[in-house]
């Protein structure tokens, strides 16, 4: 089995090419329901329940991106670059409570 997360993430990628045919684009449809399942469980379920929704919102990533032509490498840098560019930005917090960085 997969030691690390690029592995299982390279299972994960092999076993969506063989079962779906689906544009990124429709997959975001997708994502959003999965988004929407995780918020339900991380508020009203089990540690276990959001975990495994947790699991199915970071398959769909995978796949958009996959299949939008990003590689894992990629990712791994574009997130170094974002991390670099949210720290420098300043964040106020919505009365919603969650954040957003200032213009």
């Not at 076993?15 to 959003?32: I, R, S, V, Y």
């Not at 991380?42 to 032509?69: H, Q, W």
């Not at 990629?74 to 200032?102: A, F, M, P, V």
Request: glycine share 4%; hydrophobic share 35%.
């Amino acid at each position: 089995m997969a030691d690390n997360l690029e592995e299982i993430l390279q299972l994960v990628w092999e076993w969506q090419e063989e079962t779906f045919d689906t544009e990124a684009f429709t997959a975001c449809k997708g994502l959003h329901g999965e988004i929407d399942e995780l918020a339900f469980e991380v508020k009203y379920g089990t540690l276990p329940e959001s975990l495994l929704e947790a699991a199915d919102c970071f398959m769909y990533l995978n796949y958009i991106c996959r299949k939008s032509g990003m590689t894992i490498e990629e990712i791994k840098q574009y997130l170094l670059i974002k991390l670099d560019i949210n720290k420098e930005r300043e964040w106020t917090k919505k009365s919603n409570g969650c954040y957003q960085h200032k213009e």
